[in-house]
């Protein structure tokens, strides 16, 4: 059978939600300047679904260190693998900066996060080791795990029998030369519940493992000065790779490891997506370096973030939502319903209502679940939640006519 035609008939998970509904319910257009407030086809909506949780993309400060890197440097340079011709004292600097973010002694700077951490996986460990991932982990770790050599297993999702069964298991197999890498996340992306690092970590007064933690919601939102999960656990120091991406609270493309200074050493010769492919262009190191320093000079924002998520998540409990027990500023909204539930919940909000709120079903969430993730960040005022509250009020019947129906046959 001919490749292509095959493909037609195997549409994959998403596909048939991708071409149904193409740009409206995926592939969306959101257009204007970056921010609480844009146009969708053309109306004013207030916008709950995206990562820029300090507001930082749209700064007046980090347009105008944009423009000025842009024109001083181009998007070319440097040219090439960092490895080869790629390097700059600015992506060094970053990585120096980003270590001391990070409270780690060494950083390493990856082009794209997901790439990068599927590498770092393959790069850390080899045919002898184990690796041990939280089911719920990130497709970027799931793909990570498939192009390692290792023996891989899962742990339940935050449940430490269940991982210690599985580190039980490697302890009884490995042999002299074997390791043992355990992968969790800081936050979990859908949930906003946190990885249990401090009970991993305390594993290890009895297993012999090294934790490597992908705090992709994390990195700039939680911990007092914004290093993350583990800081807001009080557990940094016990995390020996920590993984960071730009993609959210920085609001850019790149992401980074920070760990020790014999691992970066290793890393750099032997992640292989980063070793074989162009380096970021100046322009968005110059900008991450921008970025990064007003995070640190704006904890105010974080306040206002987490502000702003206890102002929403107190809103959408009192008028009767189910917003699961998130610990980070992700808010899930979950209810019961069909796909097409979740598609009449976020039409009506967008065209009745002006508010753009994004929302899942099966295959993402359990079969009869609608999840509406919002995403609160420090730039919404108390008007866009006002707004917000009085759209999910007013939308209840739709929301919960499905759930009674199922009750009342
Ligand atoms: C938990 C997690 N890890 C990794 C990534 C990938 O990062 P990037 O977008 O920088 O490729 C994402 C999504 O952005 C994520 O949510």
Known sequence: MDLFDKLEGRPGPLGSFTSDGYGYYTFPKLEGPLGPEMKFNGKDVIVWSINDYLSVGNHL????????????????APMGARLMTGNSDEHEA??????????KPEALLLNFGYQGIMSVIHALVDRNDFLIYDELSHACIVDGKQLAMADKTVFKHNDMESLEKQLKRAEKRRKPNSSVLVITEGVFGMTGDLGKLKEIIA??????????VDDAHGFGTLGDDGSGAGTQLGCHDGIDIYFGTFAKAVALIGAFVATEPR?????????????FAKSLPLPLVVS???????????????????????????GLNDIGYNVLPSESPVTPVLTEGSTELCQTIMRVMREDHGIFVSGVAYPVVPKGMVLIRLIPTAGHTSEHIKKTLEAFEAIKPIVFKEAKEKRTA
């Open 288 to 314: 991450a370096r921008k970025r990064l320093q007003l995070i640190r000079q704006h904890p105010e924002w974080r306040e206002k973030l987490w502000k702003n998520t206890m102002m929403l998540r107190d």
């Open 203 to 212: 594993l290890k007064e009895k297993y012999d493992f090294r934790l490597l």
């Open 94 to 103: 970053l990585e120096r900066e980003l270590a001391d973010f990070m409270h």
């Open 263 to 275: 691992v970066i050493e290793f890393l750099k010769a032997n992640v292989r997506s980063q070793i």
């Open 61 to 76: 400060e980090v347009r105008k260190a944009d423009t000025e890197a842009a024109e001083k440097y181009g998007f070319s």
